[in-house]
DNA sequence: TCCTAATTAGGAACTATTATTATTTAAAAA
DNA sequence: TTTTTAAATAATAATAGTTCCTAATTAGGA
């Protein structure tokens, strides 16, 4: 599964014009962290991304992926998959998405749907608070893991 | 925040058939950790309900705490709330509903919606699996954070 | 090119959670 | 009721994910 070379110019700009007005430095580690979250669909946790960035800057730490990761989050151009009993997944496909969750191997698919990126926010939320994103989140079983269950 | 006594009950008694009906065993310890994390409204991680029954019961142990949660997960008698950057959280609360996640604080408030209920799922996503649940998650800033914001 | 504040690597530390094991106990059987 | 025993617990050690610390390196401005 890899994005479509285009989407990746486009997020890969944005990345360099976000840093650069926010005033941080644009490294190569941080370039190449976000190129491999950026270029993935898969929703990576943080120990992936090392593993694969590793294989073109070999020295970089653990630290500094999870520095970058954070980092980009707080710039907006990633969001955070909680999943739990698991460990933090990482996305960089910030358009108005919604999940399917596989409730048995975990698999996070992107979804689309324009009629649940516009639910209305009911009354009585407002006052709670205010609301500023509205995410979908549908749990069952996926494709692989139903055709697992059915061969016993 | 006090859940109402009736629905206390009622949780309990489901709580007892349940795990009958699993055939595990109802020890003082399950019942007050359940009864604590079903007495609240906060969605508490499990260091706080270790805290609270250990008032009832001082020698009980964290790992007791956790085993006896993850059990109510399994038997379906609680869910968790993945909070990603987060601990883990807990509720007893099994009714369909639906969360407000304060992004600043992190404060989680139910809400129920009879139209988030029943939301149709998309025929796209019967492709990635067979859905079960979904829910609704609505971020935003809760009233309490919103106030300290403006005043500075 | 030089300078310097920002960033990094590496390893130690921290925190949430789980495993191990000897002891205790719920609840079934007698 | 007492006995029996598999299940559950407390205490503590171990893991795993993440963050902190510090000396060394570097991006980018002067
Ligand atoms: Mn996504
Ligand atoms: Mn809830
Ligand atoms: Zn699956
Ligand atoms: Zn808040």
Redesign the pocket.
């Known amino acids: 599964m890899q994005i479509i070379p285009d989407e990746l110019d486009r997020r890969m700009a944005l990345f360099e014009k976000t840093?650069?007005e926010a005033?941080?430095?644009?490294?190569?580690?941080?370039l190449e962290?976000f190129r491999e979250v950026a270029s993935s669909l898969n929703h990576p946790?943080?120990?992936t991304l090392f593993r694969n960035v590793r294989k073109k800057?070999?020295?970089?730490?653990?630290?500094?992926?999870?520095?970058?990761?954070?980092?980009m989050v707080d710039l907006g151009l990633l969001t955070t998959l909680g999943a739990?009993?698991?460990?933090?997944r990482f996305d960089a496909n910030m358009e108005s998405h919604h999940h399917f969750v596989c409730s048995v191997c975990g698999m996070t698919h992107d979804f689309y749907d324009a009629g649940f990126d516009r639910l209305p926010v009911p009354e009585k939320v407002m006052e709670i608070g205010k609301a500023e994103s509205v995410q979908v989140r549908i749990k069952g079983i996926c494709m692989r893991c139903m055709r697992k269950k059915e061969a016993h």
């Open positions: 840093l650069k005033g941080v430095k644009i490294t190569h580690q941080r962290i946790d943080a120990e800057l070999p020295t970089i730490s653990l630290d500094t992926v999870y520095r970058a990761l954070w980092l739990s009993r698991d460990r933090t």
